[in-house]
C-alpha cells in the first residue's frame, strides 16, 4: 500500500504561481510508480492535470487547460512528486490530488491504484 500525502494548496490571485507537493510512503521503491495529479470541482468529474512516468521521470503529459503553465516533476531520493503552478487562473480551482500507478505512465483515473486526499486550490480574479 501506498500512502500520499498532499500539501502546498492555498489562495492565490490570478496570475501568481503555487506549488504542490506530494510525499509518498509505503508500497516499496517509489521510482516503480508512475506519478501523476488531478483536480476536482464540486459536481464535476476528476479531470487529468500532468503525469511523469516511473524511474526518472522522462516523459511527462499534460492536460490541455495547464500546458505551458505547470510543471510536473519528481525527486525519488525525497519520494516526492511536485507540481509547479504558473500563471494560474480562477478556473484552476478545484481540489488537487496526487495518485500512484504501478505502471510505466498513465493519464487516466481508472490507471491510478493509490490516491492521496487531495489540497484544496482557490484561485481569485
Known amino acids: 500500500q501506498v500512502q500520499l500525502v498532499e500539501s502546498g494548496g492555498g489562495l492565490a490571485q490570478a496570475g501568481e504561481s503555487l506549488r504542490l507537493s506530494c510525499v509518498a510512503s509505503?508500497?516499496?521503491?517509489?521510482?516503480?510508480?508512475?506519478m501523476g495529479w488531478f483536480r476536482q470541482v464540486p459536481g464535476k468529474e476528476r479531470e487529468f492535470v500532468a503525469a511523469?512516468?516511473?524511474?526518472?521521470?522522462?516523459?511527462?503529459v499534460y492536460g490541455d487547460p495547464v500546458k505551458g503553465r505547470f510543471t510536473i516533476s519528481r525527486d525519488n531520493a525525497k519520494n516526492m512528486v511536485s507540481l509547479q503552478m504558473n500563471s494560474l487562473k480562477p478556473e484552476d480551482t478545484a481540489i488537487y490530488y496526487c495518485?500512484?500507478?504501478?505502471?510505466?505512465?498513465?493519464?487516466?483515473?481508472?490507471?491510478?491504484?493509490?490516491w492521496g486526499r487531495g489540497t484544496q486550490v482557490t484561485v481569485s480574479s
Open positions: 509505503g508500497g516499496g521503491t517509489f521510482s516503480r510508480y508512475a
Open positions: 511523469l512516468s516511473w524511474s526518472g521521470g522522462h516523459n511527462t
Open positions: 495518485a500512484a500507478a504501478d505502471r510505466g505512465l498513465a493519464t487516466r483515473v481508472w490507471e491510478y491504484d493509490y
